[in-house]
């Protein structure tokens, strides 16, 4: 791989076992997720691809613990080329000079490579920003010898079918499901209805344009049973260029009441290639004029943090409200496009600083679904509040394949913290009146349910619970689960009374709706001051959960020798409950969410006491541990960490990039530079900015938008520089202490 600043190239053309980068080269703009597949023939039912819509599943067939299952549905491919030169398809042999590249400042994925020696093609693409239901895709086939008779149709197929769920399997991946059960095809458009239960209808149109040395050349209509466009027949001379511009675009009626006029419209109007293009450009402009990060250094690591961001970038959805950010994103079909905690811890505080209306629209997302939520919980026999389910999916439905996303209630603290953590930056009130202070009441509702009071012991008990560390599946009293849960109760307590006296006409409204009273409050309070977290005083060190110091010791490097798993080296499932084993980050993440809450030596003595037992078998695990590494000042142990954040895509080191990338690693990423190298922490008004930076970097450049201010830094060796844009600035900034 090089890096080059804003641009990642692979030169490795790996015939045969291409999918395995083609996640990494995604492009999108949270309407699409288009993987970096091949769309010229020679790929069999694989080269398929996948172009995924958000929100747009098909039926789903594996068992989920509740609900109707639904799997991310491939689209038609709206990039399909069929490529022959002298009467022969172009195909995976006689390449040279092979290169793909991500361009992450325009947000273009190309491929360039030269063919049988006799023409040298280059196809790109790219998701308009501007238009979000809009992609463009370029071709160039430049002829290298005399009389090259090109046939070339660039249309759009319905002949597609999924990549395969289970495809982090061992490549090349196989063919999943047809999710298509009719299909209309026109001239340049198609209407294709899904297998999904709305029956939903998915319209694709096309408008392409041919160029033979920068003059105009017609092309012919074509179709046949499965595909429509256009066909270019023509012979090039030797240095003859062939582009075709195409501008494709996609309605659903899933969300676009208006799908099938939008089409039309879409096909009556001139569309300008370039137009689109320059658009999409300068939206892309816009968003990395507030999220852009500059490391200075001699080493990858400002090329690769940039590809972090620009992921999280092309998969928020700014469109609707209506869907959420996956676990992987737009990019694969592993847990079929699925919201988990990943969105709320892990991939929001970046958009809550560089995009607050992106973040907010995440968190509406949240509200949308509560009610169902509310039902969630009533179907578990909990007779107030609401349960978010642990997978969900764009309906608010719970999609985990077994019951233990029942038990992982952290979620519920970690929504109720991501909307705290969203108003203190944003300081967006209307937000927490309008939708906030209901998910909040709903979420202090589920906790006060959820906990017992021991007359025993006195205390407040969260039983029966799946923390952050799923190999320890139902524990009592988990650290993370109980400090979160205790926060967001006080949280709730906060936001009621300040409802009540700030704004008394919503105040007694949503009360009334949800037939909220005060006296619930005082329960509140008591068990947040009352709940019991397992402690050793002599080693200030906070218990994952009471029982974790008595169970037997793990010997690590013998039961996971690689990259896998633990449970791909044979270790069965089960037995991980008698050992202190913790899958990915839990005390260690908790004590980086909640800083205030723990001395440094409970800092140092839980990551010294739970990193030897980790086994990062999930991706969410290495940004918690660089966070809080430098947050201790184990400054080199935190930028080994960080290494592993910033590069787990793109060196694949998870083994399982096919399918899909790691969105909540890509938040991690940031967060583990911005709050653990820079020190940067914003409340109340007060942005402080305490940096500690790894040796190998020389400065860090960022921006940062904190309650509508712009605000930039620059953290160097050499110390801190930081201005607010605004020319009121009413954000105090304290750099190591400093106002
Ligand atoms: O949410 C995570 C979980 O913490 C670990 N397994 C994968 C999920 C989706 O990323």
Request: proline fraction near 3%.
């Amino acid at each position: 791989m090089k890096y080059t600043g804003w641009k990642i190239i692979s030169d490795e053309f790996e015939n045969g076992n291409r999918q395995s980068k083609d996640a990494l080269f995604t492009v999108g703009n949270g309407y699409f997720g288009i993987r970096g597949f091949f769309e010229e023939n020679g790929e069999a039912a694989v080269g398929n691809g996948g172009i995924y819509v958000a929100g747009i599943v098909g039926k789903g067939f594996h068992k989920s613990y509740t609900g109707k299952s639904r799997e991310l549905c491939n689209i038609a491919n709206i990039f399909r080329v069929r490529l022959s030169v002298n009467g022969n398809g172009i195909n995976g042999t006689e390449v040279s000079d092979f290169s793909r590249t991500l361009d992450m400042k325009n947000a273009v994925y190309s491929r360039r490579y030269i063919w049988n020696n006799s023409v040298a093609l280059e196809f790109s693409r790219f998701a308009d920003m501007a238009d979000v239901h809009r992609v463009g895709q370029k071709i160039v086939v430049k002829s290298l010898t005399d009389n090259n008779k090109i046939d070339l149709y660039a249309l759009i197929d319905t002949d597609v079918v999924n990549l395969n769920k289970v495809s982090c399997e061992p490549l090349p991946i196989q063919p999943g499901r047809d999710h298509i059960t009719e299909r209309k095809i026109g001239a340049n458009s198609v209407e294709t209805v899904l297998d999904d239960e709305d029956c939903t209808r998915l319209y694709a149109a096309q408008k392409v344009m041919a160029f033979i040395n920068g003059k105009p050349v017609g092309g012919v209509a074509y179709a046949d049973s499965r595909a429509t466009g256009m066909r270019y027949g023509i012979v090039l001379a030797r240095d003859d260029e062939l582009v075709i511009k195409k501008v494709a675009a996609v309605y659903t009626s899933k969300y676009e009441p208006d799908a099938k006029e939008e089409t039309a419209a879409f096909l009556r109007t001139d569309i300008d290639y370039d137009a689109v293009f320059n658009d999409s450009c300068a939206e892309w402009e816009k968003r990395w004029n507030a999220a852009n990060v500059e490391i200075k250094t001699d080493t990858d690591d400002d090329t690769a943090v940039r590809y972090n961001l620009f992921e999280l970038m092309c998969a928020c959805p700014v469109h609707t409200d209506k869907v959420s950010i996956g676990a992987r994103g737009l990019t694969g079909e592993m847990y079929e496009g699925c919201v988990f905690w990943d969105t709320e811890i892990f991939q929001l505080p970046f958009f809550i600083y560089s995009d607050p209306a992106a973040a907010r629209r995440l968190l509406t997302f949240r509200y949308n679904t509560l009610e169902q939520a509310r039902r969630y919980a009533r179907e578990l026999r909990m007779e107030a509040g609401a349960q978010y389910p642990w997978q969900v999916s764009e309906k608010g439905i719970e999609q985990t394949e077994s019951s233990a996303g029942f038990f992982s209630v952290h979620l519920m603290a970690d929504i109720a913290y991501a909307i705290k953590n969203y108003v203190n930056a944003s300081g967006d009130d209307e937000f927490l009146v309008s939708m906030g202070a209901e998910m909040l009441i709903e979420i202090a509702r589920f906790w006060e349910k959820r906990s017992i009071h021991s007359d025993f012991d006195g205390y407040y008990h969260i039983m029966t619970v799946r923390g952050p560390n799923e190999y320890s599946p139902i524990v009592d009293d988990n650290a993370f689960t109980n400090y979160m849960a205790a926060q967001n109760l006080l949280y709730a307590v906060a936001v009621a009374d300040m409802l009540e006296s700030d704004h008394p006409q919503e105040y007694k409204k949503l009360a009334e709706r949800i037939g909220f009273c005060r006296s619930e409050i005082k329960k509140w309070k008591d068990i947040a001051d009352n709940l019991y977290v397992g402690y050793d005083e002599k080693k200030h060190l906070v218990a994952e959960y009471p029982t974790y110091f008595n169970r037997y010791p793990f010997d690590i490097k013998k039961y996971k020798p690689t990259a896998k798993r633990i449970l791909e080296s044979g270790t069965p499932y089960d037995f991980l409950y008698f050992y202190q084993i913790t899958k990915q980050a839990d005390t260690v993440l908790l004590m980086c969410l909640l800083p205030d809450l723990f001395s440094d030596e409970e800092k140092k003595a839980a990551y010294e006491y739970y990193e030897p037992r980790t086994v990062h078998d999930s991706s969410l695990s290495y940004a918690p541990h660089a966070w809080l590494a430098s947050r201790i000042l184990k400054t080199e142990e935190a930028y080994a960490y960080f290494k592993q954040c910033a590069y787990l895509d793109i060196n694949d080191m998870k083994l399982n990039a096919v399918s899909g990338i790691h969105f909540a690693n890509f938040g991690g990423t940031w967060m583990s530079l911005v709050f653990g190298f820079c020190g940067i922490s914003f409340e109340n008004g007060v942005l402080k900015i305490d940096p500690k930076l790894p040796e190998k970097w020389e400065s860090v450049k960022l921006n940062l938008t904190c309650r509508g201010e712009n605000i930039h830094i620059e953290v160097s060796k050499k110390g801190v520089k930081a201005f607010s844009l605004s020319k009121d600035s009413k954000i105090k900034i304290l750099c190591e202490g400093n106002e």
